[in-house]
């Protein structure tokens, strides 16, 4: 099982900048697609988009695409949602969560393993 921790919510007006970070343990994560989800106060969790932790290779959401930008350390394993650009509707509770590859589509929450706790994101207009 990986332990994720999420950090870097914050409150920020319209038009700037966030780095969330997610941090996982307990597992080598050569074989994982770790991915961001959000969930808006009253509304479902939605796909915002992953990494797979092997290549690197990125995947976004229409929402966010170029506006956010997710990259990886893994000498920390840590993976990073670079948010720019923020919209009022972008304010949601932001989650990290991990599968293995082979464990169903990367899109859907429901392929996924292991969830953080969140880290509320709030943008002002």
């Known amino acids: 099982q990986v332990q994720i921790v999420e950090s870097g919510g914050g409150l920020v007006q319209a038009g700037g900048s966030l780095r969330l970070s997610c941090a996982a343990s307990?597992?080598?994560?050569?074989?994982?697609?770790l991915a961001w989800f959000r969930q808006a106060s009253g509304k479902e969790r939605e796909y915002v988009g992953h990494?797979?932790?092997?290549?690197?290779?990125?995947y976004y959401a229409d929402s966010a695409k170029g506006r956010f930008t997710i990259s990886r350390d893994y000498a920390e394993n840590t993976m990073y949602l670079q948010m720019n650009s923020l919209k009022p509707e972008d304010t949601a509770v932001y989650y990290c969560?991990?599968?293995?590859?082979?464990?169903?589509?990367?899109?859907?929450?429901?392929?996924?393993?292991?969830w953080g706790q969140g880290t509320q994101v709030t943008v002002s207009s």
């Open positions: 969560a991990c599968k293995l590859v082979t464990r169903g589509s990367p899109l859907f929450r429901a392929s996924y393993d292991s």
């Open positions: 307990g597992r080598t994560l050569s074989r994982y697609v």
């Open positions: 990494i797979t932790w092997s290549a690197g290779t990125t």
